[in-house]
T-cell receptor, first 112, second 116 residues
Framework: GEDVEQSLFLSVREGDSSVINCTYTDSSSTYLYWYKQEPGAGLQLLTYIFSNMDMKQDQRLTVLLNKKDKHLSLRIADTQTGDSAIYFCAETSRSNDYKLSFGAGTTVTVRA | GAGVSQTPSNKVTEKGKYVELRCDPISGHTALYWYRQSLGQGPEFLIYFQGTGAADDSGLPNDRFFAVRPEGSVSTLKIQRTERGDSAVYLC??????????????FGPGTRLTVL
């Protein structure tokens, strides 16, 4: 949606780190999420961060949140070909904690 | 079942026709959601059910769209007098419905609707 923005494309070499960026406008966002979408498959929740946290690490994934700038990033370490997909940033707000607002998605292509 | 299922996986219809899209949520999940994903866009919220009732239908684009969940499990999204602009992937999700905190939504594979 227009409240969440992402860059559209990212190309990365296998083994390198990928960084996907997202900005949002809702200052009352409570949770911020990263979803992965592969062709023919449903959206898969990768990780999420609560708005009072700055960083969350989960195996190869690192989420950084700058609440002041309303900026969220997802770093994928040691990117593999299986990481090629569309990645969506999403948020929920305090007033609508069930309603996910998604960005347009970043298409990540991993090249050998 | 193990996950959210949606039927049909693909639906092709003609402009002006009526369509029904079905969602089977994860067993025991009280919350159910419908989203619409147009080409090149992220999913957009349509409607949220808690049990049998629609708690929030603010995302339905107009009165041609309607959704039901009569027994608090399976849901059907109904679209009357379809238009070419309705062409999209319709995603269903379900969650445990716990109040407060993070309530993870599990998504189905979607129904791709094409209106000719």
């Amino acid at each position: 949606g227009e409240d969440v923005e992402q860059s559209l494309f990212l190309s990365v070499r296998e083994g390198d780190s990928s960084v996907i960026n997202c900005t949002y406008t809702d200052s009352s966002s409570t949770y911020l999420y990263w979803y992965k979408q592969e062709p023919g498959a449903g959206l898969q929740l990768l990780t999420y961060i609560f708005s009072n946290m700055d960083m969350k690490q989960d195996q190869r994934l690192t989420v950084l949140l700058n609440k002041k700038d309303k900026h969220l990033s997802l770093r994928i370490a040691d990117t593999q070909t299986g990481d090629s997909a569309i990645y969506f940033c999403a948020e929920t707000s305090r007033s609508n904690d069930y309603k996910l607002s998604f960005g347009a998605g970043t298409t990540v292509t991993v090249r050998a | 079942g193990a996950g959210v299922s949606q039927t049909p996986s693909n639906k092709v219809t003609e402009k002006g026709k009526y369509v029904e899209l079905r969602c089977d949520p994860i067993s025991g999940h009280t919350a159910l959601y419908w989203y619409r994903q147009s080409l090149g866009q992220g999913p957009e919220f349509l409607i949220y059910f808690q049990g049998t009732g629609a708690a929030d239908d603010s995302g339905l684009p107009n009165d041609r769209f309607f959704a039901v969940r009569p027994e608090g499990s399976v849901s059907t999204l109904k679209i009357q007098r379809t238009e070419r602009g309705d062409s999209a992937v319709y995603l269903c999700a379900s969650s445990s419905g716990l109040a407060g905190g993070k309530d993870e939504q599990f998504f189905g594979p979607g129904t791709r609707l094409t209106v000719l």
